[in-house]
């Protein structure tokens, strides 16, 4: 399965407290997987696993203006 990039706008929005599964700072992205369930990532953290997370995500959402 390929990943793919949702628009934020398809995918349940962020707020404010939701949280990166990481460190726990805001979270800014999102990772859903086929076999279910979801990280959060905040901004550095996301960039951090980027590459290894897409390659195994069914899709990656990243909401800049969390709400």
């Known amino acids: 399965m390929t990943p793919t ?3 934020a706008h398809l995918s349940e ?3 404010a ?3 990166c599964d990481r460190c726990g700072a805001r ?4 990772a859903r997987f086929a ?3 979801e990280l959060l990532f905040c ?4 960039r951090k ?3 290894a997370v897409r390659a195994v995500a069914t899709d990656v959402s990243s909401d800049k203006h969390v709400a």
Do not use: K
């Open 43 to 46: 901004g550095h953290h996301a």
């Open 49 to 51: 696993y980027d590459t």
């Open 35 to 37: 076999a279910g369930g």
């Open 5 to 7: 990039l949702v628009p």
């Open 13 to 15: 929005p962020l707020t």
């Open 27 to 30: 979270a800014t992205t999102r």
């Open 17 to 19: 407290g939701d949280r």
